[in-house]
């Protein structure tokens, strides 16, 4: 392994907050190193376009609070296909990047994987989604402050859920993921939470309504998971249902939208991106390649990329007991 080296950094998939705490970590700590490191803008879109300029210590000065990605990030199809990675490949080679790092979701660290596996180098993935879903890591970078938007939002719906004695079906963001909605629920202490991962084997409306009879209140809070790939679930589902098939309650929707996805970054996600970057950075001079930084335990881990974005992440089943023992 050559001592001097230059790495590429870009973020690629919904941003998320953190991402730039991140970025900054992996810059700092490589040019720590003597490294010289360049940020790919627009993600894969970028690479594949040519759009990467050199950062130094001052480019990610005043970063660590701010939300979004100032790399820019997108959705790429064309880095799906062989001839978008070529192209990517060969701006690589053109800007001298011998390694590369990516920070992202599971959908952007599928797309390294299958580079890393064409191209001899060594990619780095860094959890970045607030879906929290990839496996291997406790955490992903932006999830503790969506969760945090979420319960504050949770917490203004309540006053008006309360005040006119109605259900509210408060939607969010994961993808195919609970974790938002399931630890959203347990923080506003929600009366439920319905979620992609409990749907198959019951009917959790019908569940949350049976429960709910042995209680006193009037008025409830629902947080739902977004629908899934084929169009099933999502918030104003279930309030229709309700509509027709329980008219004795008065049902409303929010969809809390890609408001989940802005703001400055909690603390936790800034230690975890700081902590996660210069892992990043750590990893490469052991010589890892083709992994992902996780954390376990609050213990940093290296997880293949291929188990991080292949294994499915289970919803700890306390965390459902909790809510339901709690929301009595
Ligand atoms: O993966 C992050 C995420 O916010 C998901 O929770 C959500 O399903 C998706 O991105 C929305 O994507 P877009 O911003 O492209 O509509």
């Known amino acids: 392994m050559k001592n001097t080296r230059t790495i590429g950094v ?32 627009r993600g894969y879109e970028g690479l594949m376009d040519g759009e990467i300029r050199e950062l130094t210590t001052e480019s990610v000065s005043n970063m660590i609070q701010r939300g979004g990605t100032f790399l820019k990030t997108a959705r790429s199809k064309d880095f799906m ?3 978008g990675r070529q192209k990517a490949y060969e701006n690589l080679v053109k800007f ?11 959908g952007s660290l599928t797309g ?28 992903t970078i932006g999830y ?19 005040s006119h004695d109605r259900i509210f079906f408060i939607e969010v963001m994961g993808r195919d993921a609970g974790f938002l909605a399931q630890n959203s629920a347990i923080a506003s202490g929600a009366e439920a939470a319905i979620i992609p991962e409990g749907s198959t084997d019951v009917d959790q409306l019908a569940e949350f309504i049976e ?4 209680k006193s209140k009037n008025s409830a809070i629902v947080l739902v998971s977004e629908a899934q790939k084929d169009g099933v679930g999502g918030a104003f589902y279930y309030a229709e249902r309700i509509k027709n098939e329980y008219p004795q309650f008065d049902a409303r929707v929010t969809i809390l939208g890609h408001l989940q996805r802005g703001g400055t970054p909690s603390a936790y996600d ?3 991106a700081s902590r996660m970057g210069y892992a990043a950075i750590e990893a490469l001079l052991e010589g890892q390649r083709n992994i992902m930084i996780g954390i ?14 292949k294994m499915n992440k289970p919803i700890n089943q306390e965390l459902i007991t909790v809510l339901n023992v709690l929301s009595m």
């Open 112 to 139: 390294a994987q299958l580079f890393a596996r064409e191209y001899d180098i060594p990619v780095i993935g860094l959890p970045g989604t607030i879906d929290n879903d990839l496996y291997g890591t406790d955490a």
């Open 270 to 272: 800034r230690i975890l």
């Open 96 to 106: 001298g990047i011998d390694a590369l790092i990516v920070i992202g979701g599971n």
């Open 81 to 83: 296909t062989e001839e």
């Open 211 to 214: 429960r709910g009879k042995r």
């Open 296 to 309: 376990k335990n609050d213990e940093i881990v290296y997880v293949p990329i291929s188990r991080a974005v």
């Open 10 to 41: 870009l973020t690629s998939g919904g941003d998320a907050p953190g991402m730039n705490a991140c970025i900054r970590a992996v810059t700092r700590a490589a040019i720590n190193e003597g490294w010289t490191v360049q940020g790919i803008y």
């Open 144 to 162: 503790d402050s969506a969760l945090n938007t979420i319960v504050e939002c949770v917490d203004k719906i309540r006053d008006t859920a309360n």
